[in-house]
């Protein structure tokens, strides 16, 4: 085996200059956790690495004229515990805590989550509820800022080039009449990979008791987490009650239908899809604990 | 590629593969062989290490992004003044079957109390979640990590004591 060749950056500019070198066969490896195992697995080596870890600059949380700024090599632990993530896109910060392990969650990144481009990613779902850009910087030295959705096109696939490295995800912060939340369910309760996760943002009319708007992000359910435009508009105006949970449990199942039609885990994700609906509905606190009715 | 990587205190200067994993230079290079393989994907938590006081799997990193960190593997945990307090009590409870898992759950368990001195069941449990014992002794590990958590008794009891968990912290 040929030894792949390792560029270690420091900062943005001699990362910009690692980009320029890079080839289709190359990889960015910003945390290790899924890039490492995969080659250690396959024993396959990239003609040339390019260790993201040491460009200290794009390791930051930051609230900005409403927006919410993250760098990309922010790891899960310190996304969980950010002030501002807990405060303005909670579900951000608890997807990054139901990521693997501590190990884990010490050193993978959310633009290593995003590059890597796993269908059941959980901050991918998270960020695709928040609305996030994806900002990147290219081996010219070229910025530019699209939306996640549009980075994530496939499982494992990105729309990303060879020379393009992720350096900030950003959304509008949460306000106070907004809630959110996120929930998954894997084949055990931590330390899983998710078989099915949803991230809820709701804009709560507390007086009224009423959903004026919501965004819906389901992950794990095919290609790539996406929103589900229906099922956001079967909660709009909807008031705060056992009603509308089961509505919105019945909606998640009929999303999970449409996106993976006649596939084997259909069975399967339609019926979790109630109980997830009923955990996230649930956790958003806007009335009493409602319960699915199952049969 | 040379790597200046400080392991357990001491620096090493060594020749390594650029794509080398962290627990291939500890172990093969430096003969570190506490550091355990297991799964090789994240799963198990029998490599785990602590890079700058954080718990990490070392089957997941290379060693050089280990670079200009400071590395303690269990090798490292016990002082001048003997074994760490966490392994005194892994022995005392009876936390060790076959051992193997043993060595990357002391690592998280150190990593864990290095944050939090006085840690929750429920946040042992979750700092652990990420290493598995196959011979299933769970109780024991972590009544072991609670007994070395321990907060003082009330009142009564003197001054706090001075650190006894030698070099390590």
Redesign the interface.
């Known amino acids: 085996m040929v030894?792949?060749?390792?560029l270690?950056p420091g900062g943005i500019q001699e990362l910009t200059a690692a980009l320029q070198r890079a080839t289709p066969s190359s990889r960015l490896?910003a945390?290790?956790?899924d890039l490492?195992?995969s080659?250690?697995?396959s024993h396959w080596?990239p003609d040339l690495?390019i260790?993201l870890?040491g460009v200290r600059e794009l390791d930051y949380v930051r609230l900005e004229d409403g927006m919410l700024r993250v760098g990309a090599l922010t790891t899960f632990?310190e996304l969980q515990a950010d002030p501002l993530v807990r405060r303005h896109a909670r579900c951000l910060a608890e997807a990054a805590a139901q990521v693997?392990?501590?190990?884990?969650r010490?050193?993978a990144t959310v633009g290593g989550n995003i590059a890597n481009a796993s269908p059941c990613a959980d901050t991918v779902t998270a960020l695709v509820a928040l609305g996030a850009e994806v900002r990147t910087i290219d081996g010219g030295g070229r910025t530019t800022t699209r939306p996640l959705t549009q980075i994530t096109v496939g499982s494992g696939r990105t729309s990303l080039a060879p020379d393009e490295a992720i350096a900030e995800v950003s959304f509008a912060a949460l306000g106070a009449d907004q809630r959110t939340t996120f929930a998954k369910i894997g084949s055990r309760s931590?330390?899983t990979v998710a078989r099915l996760s949803m991230a809820l943002v709701v804009d709560y009319d507390a007086d009224a008791m009423t959903l004026s708007g919501a965004r819906v992000a389901l992950g794990a359910v095919g290609e790539a987490a996406f929103r589900d435009p229906r099922l956001e508009e079967l909660l709009e105006g909807r008031p705060a009650n056992n009603e509308s949970a089961r509505l919105f449990a019945a909606g998640c199942t009929d999303a999970v239908r449409r996106a993976i039609p006649g596939r084997y885990s259909l069975p399967y994700k339609q019926h979790a899809a109630v109980g997830l609906a009923y955990n996230a509905w649930n956790a958003l606190g806007l009335c009493d604990r409602c319960e699915p009715v199952w049969g | 590629?040379r790597l200046s990587l400080n392991v357990n205190g001491m620096e090493h200067e060594l020749d390594v593969?650029?794509?080398a994993?962290l627990i291939d230079v500890l172990r093969l290079q430096l003969g570190l062989t506490g550091v355990k393989e297991g799964c090789?994907?994240?799963?198990c938590?029998a490599c785990?290490v602590i890079v700058d006081d954080?718990?990490?799997?070392s089957?997941?990193?290379?060693a050089?992004?280990a670079?200009g960190k400071k590395v303690l593997t269990v090798e490292g945990l016990a002082g001048d003044d003997g074994l760490d307090l966490l392994q005194r009590m892994f022995i005392e409870h009876g936390a060790v079957q076959c051992g193997y898992c043993t060595p990357g759950m002391l690592m998280?368990a150190k990593?864990?109390l290095m944050a939090d001195p006085h840690p929750t069941e429920e946040a042992i449990r979750?700092?652990l979640?990420?290493?598995l014992c196959r011979c299933t002794g769970y109780t024991t590990i972590v009544a072991a990590v609670r007994a070395a958590s321990e907060p003082p008794a009330e009142p009564a009891t003197p001054p706090p004591e001075p650190d006894r968990e030698g070099g390590a912290v």
């Open positions: 030894g792949a060749e390792l270690t490896l945390g290790g956790t490492i195992r080659m250690h697995q080596e690495l260790d870890s632990a693997g392990s501590a190990q884990i010490n050193v931590t330390v | 590629m593969r650029p794509t994993r090789s994907e994240g799963e938590g785990t954080k718990a990490v799997n089957c997941l990193v290379l050089a992004q670079r998280s990593a864990l979750l700092a979640a990420g290493n």
